[in-house]
């Protein structure tokens, strides 16, 4: 059974940073993708930013750019998504997803199997 936990949401100033966490279990294949994706108020989920297990590279979407790092332990099937240089736009629940196969598009919320409970960030002064 597919089980991702995420932690680390909070309220936090603009300009500041929260380090997201997903901690996954339940899948047996070593080749996988992971994503984080947001969802704030009367918008469509959105991808944020996603890594695949057997890859170096990483995708953001635009806007988080620059400002947010996508990271992983293997040995201990955990995810981080490091925010910094937060801003009001960014406040929304973050999902964590995974794909346990490849897929080509990975911040496609079609492309994903695997849905965590999600944790609220919220950029507010």
């Known amino acids: 059974q597919v089980q991702l936990v995420e932690s680390g949401g909070g309220l936090v100033q603009p300009g500041g940073s929260l380090r997201l966490s997903c901690a996954a279990s339940?899948?047996?294949?070593?080749?996988?993708?992971i994503g984080w994706f947001r969802q704030a108020p009367g918008k469509e989920r959105e991808g944020v930013s996603c890594i695949r297990s057997r890859a170096t590279s990483t995708y953001y979407v635009d806007s988080v750019r620059g400002r947010f790092t996508i990271s992983r332990d293997n040995a201990k099937n955990l995810v981080y998504l490091q925010m910094n240089s937060l801003k009001p736009e960014d406040t929304g629940v973050y999902y964590c997803?995974?794909?346990?196969?490849?897929?080509?598009?990975?911040?496609?919320?079609?492309?994903?199997?695997?849905w965590g409970q999600g944790t609220q960030v919220t950029v507010s002064s």
């Open positions: 997803t995974v794909a346990p196969r490849y897929i080509s598009n990975c911040l496609s919320a079609w492309s994903y199997d695997y």
């Open positions: 339940g899948f047996t294949t070593d080749y996988y993708a």
